[in-house]
């Protein structure tokens, strides 16, 4: 059984530069999520997505921020014109939702951004 | 919307004593979830619990339990005798709409 995969693990780049990072759900969950964590902070929510589609962005998701999971598998997550406020784990988090239950998300290991 | 507070930044304590984490939460729903996750240094989130809020039995597991307060707004969390390896980083999280919200987590720090 494999858990919720993101790669990279980290990724170091230049203010201004253009990153997209991976997560691959575990198999058979239909939702997946994005949340961001700063340093001494509770993950915060981004984006979430039921099969292909992305049901809801929240207010941090700015335009420079996209999200896809065109088959409803895999997803990525680009950031455009990164900037020192950007630096952050990233982490993906999968769930199997059926009739509206929350069953519990089951998170990756993270991508940890450093925007130098 | 949904707050978690956890007021307990840093705990530290010698092995093989019991710590409580303290979670107070608030939100208007009246069906919600409570969930607890730990986070060690390698960074992944490991799901420990989910509570419904209907559901106010506490739960042991092992050496970790749950105490569930409607009339307070907690979900307390105990590890009895505690061990080098439950050091990490502890959340609460109560659902949103089709999220979670955590709290800001509690350090703990368990000293061979």
């Known amino acids: 059984d494999t858990g919720v995969s993101q790669n990279p693990r980290h990724k170091i780049t230049k203010r201004g530069q253009n990153v997209t990072f991976r997560c691959d759900p575990i198999?058979?969950?239909?939702?997946l999520y994005w949340y961001r964590q700063t340093l001494g902070q509770g993950p915060e929510f981004l984006t979430y997505?039921?099969?292909?589609?992305?049901?809801?962005k929240s207010r941090l998701l700015s335009d420079r921020f996209s999200a896809e999971r065109p088959k409803g598998s895999f997803s990525t997550l680009e950031i455009q014109r990164t900037e020192q406020g950007d630096s952050a784990m990233y982490l993906c988090?999968?769930?199997?939702?059926?009739?509206?239950?929350?069953?519990?998300?089951?998170f990756g290991d993270g991508t940890r951004l450093s925007i130098l | 919307a949904q707050k978690v507070t956890q007021a307990q930044t840093e705990i530290s304590v010698v092995e093989k004593e019991d710590v409580t984490l303290d979670c107070v939460y608030e939100?208007?729903?009246?069906?919600?979830?409570l969930f607890w996750y730990k986070q060690p240094p390698s960074g992944e989130l490991v799901f420990l619990i989910r509570?419904?809020?209907?559901?106010?039995q506490n739960e042991i597991s092992g050496r970790y339990s749950w105490n569930f307060q409607k009339s307070t707004s907690s979900f307390n969390f105990t590890i009895t005798a505690s061990q080098v390896v439950d050091s990490a980083v502890y959340f609460c999280?109560?659902?949103?709409?089709?999220?979670?919200?955590f709290g800001t987590g509690t350090r703990l720090t368990v000293i061979p």
């Open positions: 997505f039921q099969n292909e589609a992305q049901l809801e």
């Open positions: 988090a999968s769930s199997l939702t059926v009739a509206g239950a929350n069953q519990p998300q089951h």
């Open positions: 509570r419904n809020s209907f559901d106010e």
């Open positions: 939100t208007r729903d009246t069906t919600y979830y």
């Open positions: 198999s058979e969950h239909n939702r």
């Open positions: 999280a109560i659902t949103g709409a089709n999220n979670l919200f």
